[in-house]
């Protein structure tokens, strides 16, 4: 129960410094198109939130367990408000919502994800028992562990902390090894040492919170270890089609094409795709087709807002008519069922990835396992029944049970769809049972022009640099492109324009140590906290017991 009067003795420069800092995390990150966020603000933001949870409140006492939660609630909710903004214009846009009504969902969404911000205020609070320079210390392993919550209880780990350095050289060092959540840590830790600073300004601490500033200052601008020369010799081809379907209005163009003509226009494309044959040190030269493009060693095309069924023999055939002439393998977003007496409506439906082999046969389909909340089911449907528009398109989706491998032309690949990519304890699985290269479809037409097209993006980026393996990124309107295992993007297709593009990769057979263990080192990060929780409760025992004996 809300205690009032606890929430009142705490002074409003906290409440000021949980919202500054709240900001600060959200312009560390892409907002639209135009503002692709300061990486850097995500080494100073979580800071004012230290030095907030570490406070006294109005009378000069550190604050409780409950008014820890709620400053650190009141950072979550502007944290998922300006992050997530994105699924307020999904919701009008899409889902047929009154904008009012969108954005109290928005809000309702921010305030519950805005929980964690509150176990992580909740646990600073209680660690403070301990001293502030031992809940500094402890800060990181919190922070992570706050983080491996979000993705195995309510598994929405979207933009964590380590996220937001993507560009930098530190996710090369650290990702292969421990995952981004280790990436997370170390600028968690940075904050941490910053704000210890303004606490206790000993020699010690002064000298303790450079020499970690400088440590990670120096892994974000060394170059990655073993990072390759691009050599447009070594690479293979893929043709990726970005079909530029308008999401949720199949049909709606200004010339209307029946499915059948929008499959054989997107069969010409996929045999006559655009490409770019001049390589540069930073990537490749503007796109073109002054000469045939290199024999493609793959054809993708994306998840998209289309009636594509598996089942659908001029699907099938148009699929294999474009695996003969390119002689690849094609990997094709679509809708796959199966019957299931034992569902009311008799069968299931998937958001799937097909496989057509080089002969033009049907060779396998996997089958999408993480759905996303309103946008292929909507959760808890008895309380939002208003939001049932939003899935009309493409149905009340069931999710799949097998991390399915394509095995194709003499290589392995592993497709994950959309959502799936901010996974990356799971994308891991593909590439620990073989997968030689990663292929990422998505339709992320839901989210139009705001930021989450690059933030949904650089999250697959992170999976590239975790496993060492290029990340191919097939989506409906874009950000279609071609990742390497450093995460660099090395070409991408103008966003909201139909075609056909061939872009490089290669494939990989070396397994990183996160491939192997996956998420080892949240999972210690969460034992560090447990084990800080019971030292502070035994400290506060022994206190107590103190007290009464003197």
């Known amino acids: 129960m809300l205690d009032f009067v606890a929430m009142r003795q705490i002074p409003v420069r906290l409440w000021l410094l949980a919202v500054v800092s709240g900001v600060l995390q959200v312009l560390a990150f892409p907002l639209t198109q135009q503002i692709q966020g300061w990486p850097v603000l995500a080494w100073a933001g979580p800071v004012f939130l230290l030095l907030a949870l570490l406070d006294t409140n109005a009378e000069g006492q550190a604050l409780t367990v409950k008014q820890g939660a709620a400053v650190g609630y009141a950072c979550g909710i502007v944290w998922y408000i300006g992050n997530c903004w994105w699924i307020y214009q999904t919701m009008y846009l899409y889902g047929g919502l009154p ?33 502030t320079g031992w809940a500094l210390a402890l800060a990181p392993f919190c922070w992570v562990a706050v983080e491996l919550a979000r993705a195995r209880i309510t598994g929405f780990p979207w933009d964590l902390l380590g996220n937001s ?133 793959l ?87 208003f939001a049932g528009k939003l899935t009309a398109g493409v149905g009340n989706m069931d999710p799949g049970s097998r991390r399915d491998l394509f095995h194709a032309g003499g290589h392995v690949y592993g497709v994950f769809i959309c959502y799936e990519s901010i996974f990356g304890d799971e994308v891991r699985e593909f590439v620990k049972n073989g997968a030689e290269v990663l292929v990422n479809i998505s339709d992320d037409g839901w989210y139009g022009d705001t930021g989450a097209p690059w933030q949904h993006l650089n999250m697959a980026r992170m999976r590239a640099i975790e496993n060492r393996r290029w990340v191919i990124r097939d989506t409906n309107t874009g950000v279609t492109t071609t990742i390497d295992p450093f995460g660099r993007t090395m070409l991408e297709a103008p966003r909201h324009v139909r075609g056909a593009y061939a872009m490089p990769f290669e494939y990989k057979s070396r397994v990183t140590f996160y491939t192997r263990h996956g998420d080892w080192f949240a999972w210690v990060c969460l034992c560090v906290t447990l084990a800080g929780l019971g030292w502070a409760r035994l400290t506060q025992t022994k206190v107590e017991a103190d007290a009464l004996r003197g």
């Open 99 to 131: 904008k009012p009504v969108a954005a109290v969902i928005l809000l309702l969404f921010a305030m519950y994800l805005g929980l964690y911000h509150a176990l992580f205020g909740a646990l600073m609070a209680g660690l403070r028992r301990l001293g």
């Open 165 to 297: 350095q993507v560009d930098n050289a530190l996710p090369s060092h650290l990702a292969p090894f421990a995952g981004v959540m280790a990436v997370s840590f170390v600028v968690a830790g940075v904050n941490a040492s910053v704000a210890s600073v303004f606490f206790q300004r000993t020699r010690l601490r002064l000298s303790l919170a450079a020499v970690f500033v400088l440590v990670a200052g120096g892994l974000t601008v060394l170059p990655p270890l073993d990072m390759p020369l691009l050599n447009k010799h070594q690479f293979s081809t893929a043709v990726l089609l970005q079909e530029n379907l308008e999401v949720g209005a199949v049909g709606k163009e200004a010339a209307p094409l029946t499915m059948e003509e929008k499959y054989r226009e997107f069969s010409r494309l996929s045999e006559h795709p655009l490409w770019s044959p001049a390589a540069t040190a930073d990537g490749f030269a503007a796109w073109q087709q002054a000469e045939p493009a290199p024999a493609p060693a």
């Open 299 to 385: 054809v993708v095309w994306p998840e998209a807002p289309a009636d594509f069924l598996t089942s659908d023999e001029r699907f099938r055939g148009i699929l294999g008519d474009v695996a003969r002439a390119t002689r690849a393998p094609v990997i094709a977003g679509s809708l796959g069922v199966d019957r299931d007496p034992g569902v009311q409506r008799g069968y299931k439906l998937y958001d799937s990835a097909a496989l057509i082999a080089p002969d033009g046969g049907f060779q396998g389909r996997y089958d999408k396992i993480h759905l996303v909340p309103w946008g292929e089911y909507v959760p808890f449907k008895e309380l939002f029944f």
